[in-house]
């Protein structure tokens, strides 16, 4: 099993600028989530998935979309990015229920400048 | 709504020292508790986890955190420390539901020193 995987692993973006960053999984986990990291905020939830077709927020959705249209990804778009979301993304995983691990993938670095 | 406050963000060690990392966490309902470790460049991995039973749970790598309902806390601790170990900490806490999210604290990065 290759886990949880991201790509790319670094982006440096312009202001305004869209992309996606990708998340996949090879465990058949139907939760999944992604987590922005900042110096000294620890990991925030943006959004989650408890399967394929179902999505909801997190603590800090605002400027980011996802959709689930397969059990294995999960991709996080920023339709117009700001500097305020340069940041560490992180996506994760896990069977269902909380009591499972939730597993995490390498993460993504993006830079807006 | 669940949070978790870890009270120190860096705690320098040397090296075969004891270590507590602490957490403390607040909710008005029963919840579960993790510990995860991050390296450096890395994603994070599950240390230990408290669901029920026994308070004081055994982890990875030889440590282990026991929880204390009472002073709403859940200690990380190991006996004694390797250069390895240097990582950031992050403890988090879920409520009881299956969909539940975590949600983590601010993380205390431990550095160990020879």
């Known amino acids: 099993n290759a886990g949880v995987t991201q790509t790319p692993k670094f982006q440096v973006l312009k202001t305004g600028q869209s992309m996606t960053l990708q998340c996949a999984q090879d465990?058949?986990?139907?939760?999944m989530s992604w987590y922005r990291q900042d110096p000294g905020m620890g990991l925030r939830l943006i959004h989650y998935s408890v399967g394929a077709g179902i999505t909801d927020q997190g603590e800090v959705p605002n400027g980011y979309n996802v959709s689930r249209s397969t059990t294995e990804d999960f991709p996080l778009r920023l339709l117009s990015a700001a500097p305020s979301q340069t940041s560490v993304y992180f996506c994760?995983?896990?069977?269902?229920?909380?009591?499972?691990?939730?597993?995490f993938g390498p993460g993504t670095r993006l830079t807006v400048l | 709504a669940q949070s978790v406050t870890q009270l120190d963000s860096q705690v320098p060690v040397f090296e075969e020292a004891p270590v507590e990392l602490r957490c403390n966490y607040s909710?008005?309902?029963?919840?579960?508790l993790f510990w995860y470790v991050q390296y450096p460049n890395q994603g994070l991995q599950l240390l230990l986890k408290?669901?029920?039973?026994?308070?004081l749970v055994k982890g990875i790598n030889g440590f282990e955190a026991e929880f204390n309902k009472s002073q709403t806390s859940f200690h990380l601790r190991k006996p004694s420390v390797h250069i390895s170990d240097t990582a950031e900490y992050f403890c988090?806490?879920?409520?009881?539901?299956?969909?539940?999210?975590?949600?983590f604290g601010k993380g205390t990065m431990l550095l160990v020193s020879p």
């Open positions: 988090a806490v879920s409520d009881k539901r299956g969909y539940s999210t975590l949600t």
């Open positions: 994760a995983s896990r069977v269902t229920p909380i009591t499972d691990t939730q597993y």
């Open positions: 408290y669901l029920s039973g026994s308070t």
């Open positions: 909710s008005s309902v029963s919840v579960y």
């Open positions: 465990m058949n986990h139907e939760y």
